[in-house]
């Protein structure tokens, strides 16, 4: 079971968006394109990651489930 947890935190006067969504990376695989803020990926990316680390969702929507992964090098 995915954990699908969000909130938003004020900081300094910028909003950072915490989410606890990651699943086990050996059991899920990146599913492309898949969506994001009504944006449709093709690739890992770094939008939206705090800390610029590459990500994908493992579902069509992101938006709607909020399950992903860390995308490796």
Known sequence: M???VGMFLMFTGAYVFLQVGHVNAD???CVFPFNYKNKLYD???SDGSFI?????SVTANYDKDGAWKNCFD
């Not at 610029?52 to 994908?56: D, G, L, T, V």
């Open 2 to 4: 995915v954990l699908n």
């Open 27 to 29: 059991r899920a695989r």
């Open 43 to 45: 690739s890992c990316t």
């Open 52 to 56: 610029r680390k590459a990500w994908c």
